[in-house]
């Protein structure tokens, strides 16, 4: 599993959230960046104190199989449904979810 983390340190919210994903969808890769320093500017996030509300990620398991896209993402947000709605918690993802097979390397002819 990898980390792509725009920050040098990894925050409760972003370890949360490896945890929470980890745990339920046990992925073969995980992605995470905090993208949330690009947003700190938009009119929802004044007097957020919170460095960790914007997140994007990427998962790779075999839990997605046969899921549609829409469905695994809401899949996610279930999982994530807490952290969402607490104050100062996440307020957006952008996510890339796939299967195992979806992202292997097309076989030579």
Partial sequence: MTTNNSQLEVGP???TIRRVITEALEPTDIEIENES???RHHVAMRGVES???????????????GMTQVKRH???????RDEL????????LGLVTKTPKEVEPAAAP
């Fill in 74 to 80: 809401r899949e996610v947000y279930a999982l994530l």
């Fill in 13 to 15: 919210m972003e370890q």
């Fill in 85 to 92: 709605q607490q104050e100062g918690g996440i307020h957006a």
């Fill in 51 to 65: 460095t960790e509300t914007h997140f994007r990620i990427k998962i790779v398991s075999q839990k997605f199989d």
């Fill in 37 to 39: 320093h690009k947003h």
